[in-house]
């Protein structure tokens, strides 16, 4: 399971909703949590990597532009963003370090396009954890804040 160091408030609650469909379906190979985006602000972040899912639950694309586009309307828009808390079956995680980035990969600086421009799924989970990554002070200081209040910090702490 690979958890990146930069967005703290992930708890073992995602791990566990991330490890769920590779643990029913021998054919997932990689699941990547997501959750919703609340603000426009952070719709329109950089640092906010975005994901469009298609019916099946598998990620169609990842950007760090506001996808899906709000043309017709704020509201309307499902606007959702990647949590990495990413499960990966360990031939696949084996093969995915073998094969060369890709252009889009590159161009976002998104490691889960090499999985879906190589012609792969990923299979995206919805959770209801908080997480927000750790890229500027204005980062972590809301982060810091939400933390404080947080019960698992205490424990480790």
């Known amino acids: 399971i690979m958890v990146q160091g930069d967005e703290p408030m992930d708890t073992p609650k995602m791990i566990g909703e991330a490890l769920q469909p590779i643990l029913q379906d021998e054919t997932v190979s990689v699941v990547n949590l997501m959750g919703d985006i609340s603000d426009l602000e952070e719709f329109e972040d ?11 639950g598998n990620a169609i694309y990842f950007s760090r532009e506001p996808i899906p586009s709000r043309k017709k309307g704020f509201g309307d828009v499902p606007m959702r963003k990647q949590i990495c808390v990413i ?7 084996l093969e995915f370090n073998q094969t060369p980035e890709t252009p889009l990969e590159v161009i976002e600086s998104v490691d889960m396009l090499r999985i879906i421009e190589s012609g792969g799924r990923v299979k995206m989970v919805m959770t209801s954890g908080e997480s927000y990554g ?11 804040e939400r933390m404080n209040d947080d019960p698992l910090m205490a424990r480790y702490c």
């Open 46 to 56: 950089p640092n906010t990597v975005k994901v469009v899912v298609g019916l099946d």
């Open 87 to 93: 499960p990966f079956r360990r031939e696949f995680l």
């Open 134 to 144: 750790v890229d500027t002070v204005a980062d972590l200081e809301k982060v810091t």
